[in-house]
């Protein structure tokens, strides 16, 4: 059985934020992430999958310039696989005001079933 998430912040200009972290035992399908510029002026807007097993980040978009008064939106059939402990993170450039993220993810439990390599 699973559950919708959706999570949305106001950002803090040049200052990384976690929208959602993945809880234990559960993996989450990210399929939305939508990023709001409300600034006068275009302003370059990062987002990251961070994976916990590997300690990394992953770039999902980076330096993506949103326009002003403008908003980025990705969406479709694909989506992120994301397991226990691995995060969403967002960054919006400096000097922005007025910007909001909002992320939505499917939460499923996490099967005990093993995969053959």
Known sequence: ???SVSVGKNLVPDA???MYTVPDGYIGKWSLLYALNGTASAKD???WWYD???DTEIYITHNYSINAANFLKFDGGAYVILEEGDEIRVKIESGATNASCVVTLELEPKSP???ND
Request: glycine fraction near 0%.
């Open 1 to 3: 059985m699973s559950r």
């Open 16 to 18: 990384k934020t976690v």
């Open 45 to 47: 807007f990062n987002s």
């Open 52 to 54: 916990k097993s590997t």
């Open 113 to 115: 079933t093993k995969f």
